[in-house]
């Protein structure tokens, strides 16, 4: 069972936006980085979002992370059909485990 | 170009044993680690462990420590996963990704191994 907690769908229509949430605890978003997943349908997951907020490269500005206290936050502006998809947060602690969320579906409306 | 490439699909029978492969190219293999994650049909990612090349240092979530094994072989930088006594609720598609250490994430993943279990 999961320990980081996520909607389990968010919608909207094209071009407006959507935030996903991803809470957990002091020992784990309270105290490590967060990162964010992205799984088009039938494919594999794909970094979106590293150190809570940094993009690699080729992930567009659309997409943006954040973290406050024991909480995380997606946020993807100007939807597009193609971002329909599963979206997954996840911590790496020092203890040399991880942890991910319950995942969330996006749907574009 | 940096890439993990994992071995095809497999159908078991209950009971039977299985290893499947993750074959990484184009990094240094030894110094990364690399991890392992199941998706059940339908469901989401659940971590299983991870292993780091160049000593073999191997952990495991609580959820699947003593049902599976996960090793590598540095020579070949090939990482595997495998079970001894195979069951039906181990049908899953399973993911190998190599962990960024120094940006704490998940930045390359295989493109996954559908493992089907039925009798």
């Known amino acids: 069972q999961s320990v980081l907690t996520q909607p389990p769908s968010v919608s909207a229509a094209p071009g407006q936006k959507v935030t996903i949430s991803c809470s957990g605890s002091s020992s784990n978003i309270g105290t490590n980085y967060v990162s964010w997943y992205q799984q088009l349908p039938g494919t594999a997951p794909k970094l979106l979002i590293y150190e809570n907020n940094q993009r690699p490269s080729g992930i567009p500005d659309r997409f943006s992370g954040s973290k406050s206290g024991t909480s995380a936050t997606l946020d993807i502006t100007g939807l597009q059909t193609g971002d329909e998809a599963d979206y997954y947060c996840a911590v790496w602690d020092t203890t040399l485990t991880a942890s991910v969320g319950t995942g969330t579906t996006v749907t574009v409306l | 170009e940096v890439q993990l490439v994992q071995s095809g699909a497999e159908g078991k029978k209950p009971g039977e044993s299985l290893k499947i492969s993750c074959k990484a190219s184009g990094y240094s293999f030894s110094t990364y680690w690399i991890a392992w994650v199941r998706q059940m049909p339908g469901k989401g990612l659940e971590w299983m462990g991870i292993i780091y090349p160049d000593d073999s240092d191997t952990r495991y979530s609580p959820s699947f420590q003593g049902h599976v094994t996960i090793s590598a072989d540095k020579s070949n930088t090939t990482a595997y996963l495998q079970w001894s006594n195979l069951k039906t609720s181990d049908t899953a598609i399973y993911y190998c990704?190599?962990?960024?250490?120094?940006?704490?994430?998940?930045?390359?993943w295989g493109q996954g191994t559908m493992v089907t279990v039925s009798s």
């Open positions: 990704a190599r962990l960024e250490a120094t940006r704490d994430a998940f930045d390359i």
